[in-house]
């Protein structure tokens, strides 16, 4: 340990985070976890010192930008988040479930680089590097939290936005805080009424805060006089996540404070990748224009080949898990030539897999084009190549 530090294993400054999420007063930090915990109802795993020690030196000891234990530990709890939320298998559940996935990878690079850091510099102080584990799993809590609260406000938006629900409700009511301690931001918008249309819902919605708990109901009644018009939002909850598709937006401090640069976004991709090779999805055939096509661990491992350096990939891969959701909504675009591709020695290969025929399909979704290869066997059987964006 450094000469003149002297850190505790249970108490960390309050951090910047700790301020954004606001839970930096024991009151707060309290009823934030006690409504995380009430939430997971016992879903999340607490280690045990062992198991604590244990995932802290494989984090510490790794060499991968993101640690695959803490990805892994991060997503499964913000999956389980909009999944407190259900809104069946569709392209907004695809979207947020891609959205939280990502936010957990970029959570998972700053507590992997934080981790080694303190490995390094503090001569692997288990107590402290303890404490900063824990300090994540705080953080965790507020993000489990919002991504709920968010999740339920974007499945609200939803059903107020019905045509019906348009004319029988065509305002909707700001319900106040159930926070034993509601902050102050959204104090002025309590129990007043504005237009479903009025710009002020582009801005503002129950969960702009994190650790939000108001609440917003639709209602006949008449719009109210004086109506405040200020944008009361947090970094990384800047959008209506029903129209953006984002629980977490780009304004995220993980986000902003991450590299951009291929080594990382490759190690970004490649988390998204193993969970893709590892699909226990069961096998499914699919009905399309050209026949029935059966979709298998086949697909989901060519899938997981196409890395982009872009932050779209996790979206890719909630499209290939639910071809049998969306396959049927694209486009055919006809068949294409079965390519042989050149060995190392550069002499043509076996074509794929006895396949004698590739067919495209592809459909402009989420503002980008994704694209679905089609292989057609010997057999004239077809199988479910890949799926990526152009």
């Not at 993101?66 to 559940?93: C, H």
């Not at 944008?231 to 598709?245: E, F, M, W, Y």
């Not at 629980?247 to 991709?269: E, G, H, R, V």
């Not at 661990?297 to 350096?309: C, G, P, V």
């Amino acid at each position: 340990m450094r000469a003149g530090t002297n850190p505790s294993p249970r108490i960390i400054a309050t951090s910047a985070l700790d301020r954004l999420y606001q839970i930096d007063n024991p009151a707060e930090l309290k009823e934030c976890l006690n409504d995380f915990l009430t939430a997971v109802k016992g879903s999340f795993r607490t280690l045990s010192k062992k198991d604590e020690d244990a995932l802290i030196a494989a984090v510490t000891t790794g060499d991968k930008p993101i640690s695959p234990e803490l990805y892994q530990r991060y997503a499964d709890n913000f999956r389980r988040a909009v999944d407190a939320v259900p809104i069946g298998d569709t392209d907004l559940s695809a979207q947020w479930h891609a959205n939280v996935s990502r936010f957990a990878a970029y959570k998972a690079y700053h507590a992997t680089e934080e981790l080694r850091r303190i490995a390094e510099e503090e001569d692997g102080d288990m107590a402290f590097l303890r404490a900063t584990l824990h300090k994540y799993n705080r953080y965790q809590a507020a993000e489990y939290n919002t991504a709920v609260a968010r999740a339920r406000t974007g499945k609200q938006w939803q059903q107020f936005d019905e045509p019906d629900n348009r004319r029988l409700f065509p305002c909707i009511k700001w319900l106040p805080s159930r926070s034993a301690t509601p902050r102050e931001e959204h104090m002025p918008f309590y129990n007043r009424v504005w237009p479903k249309d009025d710009p002020f819902w582009t801005y503002n919605q129950p969960g702009t805060l994190w650790n939000c708990k108001c609440d917003w109901e639709q209602t006949d009644e008449e719009p109210t006089d004086g109506n405040p018009d200020r944008r009361i939002v947090k970094p990384g909850l800047d959008q209506n996540p029903a129209t953006s598709g984002q629980i977490f937006t780009d304004t995220a401090a993980y986000i902003k404070k991450a590299p951009k640069n291929d080594a990382f976004y490759m190690d970004l991709n490649s988390r998204g990748a193993s969970e893709m090779r590892h699909q226990t999805i069961p096998e499914v055939k699919v009905q399309t224009s050209i026949g029935e096509v059966k979709v298998d661990s086949w697909h989901y491992d060519e899938a997981a080949k196409s890395n982009t350096h872009d932050d779209f990939y996790y979206l890719k891969n909630e499209v290939a898990k639910r071809l049998d959701y969306y396959l049927p909504k694209f486009h055919y675009d006809g068949p294409e030539p079965l390519l042989r591709h050149n060995n190392e020695k550069g002499k043509p290969g076996r074509r794929k897999r006895h396949g004698v025929q590739m067919h495209k399909f592809s459909n402009d979704m989420f503002g980008h084009t994704f694209v679905v290869k089609v292989l057609e066997m010997g057999s004239g059987e077809l199988k479910a190549w890949t799926t990526y964006i152009e």
